[in-house]
């Protein structure tokens, strides 16, 4: 099993750096394809992320456990999630108004 690390970057970081985001639908689950962009990023503008990132003390945070990955799969299957089961009709963000 795969252990992705995950770091989420605001809108104005990456504005204060000069990188350009494109957002694109990037997996089932509607709420989260909002979450996914795409960007291209110049060795500079890295450097001072990077340096941004270091001196707010920000990491990068992993799902590293079975037992941790198993409790968002199955809250993921308790409210229809569509990352899980695409053919249903609507699922909870559906409902609730969150996409």
Not at 52 to 73: A, G, H, P
Not at 87 to 93: A, I, R, T
Request: hydrophobic content about 35%; some cysteine.
């Amino acid at each position: 099993m795969i252990f992705p690390n995950f770091i989420w970057l605001t809108d104005q970081e990456l504005d204060s750096v000069g990188i350009k985001k494109n957002q694109i639908m990037e997996g089932r689950c509607l709420f989260a394809q909002k979450l996914h962009y795409d960007i291209e990023v110049q060795k500079e503008s890295a450097i001072q992320l990077c340096d941004l990132l270091k001196q707010d003390n920000r990491q990068s945070l992993r799902c590293k456990k079975k037992q941790q990955i198993k409790s968002i799969l199955t809250h993921q299957e308790k409210i229809g999630c569509k990352a899980l089961n695409d053919n249903q009709e609507l699922c909870q963000c559906q409902l609730k108004g969150f996409v």
